[in-house]
């Protein structure tokens, strides 16, 4: 159905962990996938690491999925000051709309609590209003979640998808980032529509051609 996807990825994890399995399986399709991050997240890592950390790890984790390095930006904004830049971030946006000109468009939500990602979100509509536009499920910041859409999973995709971010092994520590919580989360969604495995998206815009 989608040709030309773009993955927008306030910090370098959030893409995998909205849409990691939906990401393997439009690659498996042959569809042309994007990955933009917007903070590599510097301040969050432990006293002592190396800077370059979440980079490193997020090229690893698009490397297991099989994402293209010629698809992947980096962008370096400062974490959790993202509302300060919100024309610089939009200028960015309206720059990879035109250079890749994707037909579907993966964000997070508009009820997301974190600060970077509601900007994300916000710009991100600005900029790609025009387009069909899913906003993906980060349940430890949504205040609420609309399950409005959904793609079935196969347990390859599901796979795909915890071996991405089990990458980014600064990570590990977080009470979320553990495949139980990934495969119960998917196991869920994939319940509520009579499927094995599925990942949820709120519809933001939906764009019939």
Sequence with gaps: M????????????????GCGGFMAKLL??????????FSSAEKSLPKGADPGTLKKELQAALDSLGLKKQHRTIYDYPVRDFPQYRQAI??????????????????????????????????GFRAFKDRTILGYEIPWNNKTFE????????????????????CYKSQLGRFYANPEFIRALATTRGTQIGARYAEAFEVIRWVIQ
């Design 28 to 37: 498996k399709q042959k569809a042309q996938v994007h990955y933009a991050a």
């Design 147 to 166: 399950t409005q859409s959904f793609v079935l999973l196969e347990p390859k995709h599901l796979e795909a998808k915890i071996r991405a971010l089990k």
């Design 90 to 123: 939009l200028d960015d946006l309206i720059k990879l709309k035109r250079k890749i000109n994707p037909d579907l468009v993966l964000m997070p939500c508009f009820n997301d609590t974190h600060q970077d990602h509601l900007t994300i979100a916000q710009e």
């Design 2 to 17: 989608f040709k030309k996807v773009l993955v927008l990825a306030p910090h370098t994890d959030d893409g995998e962990f």
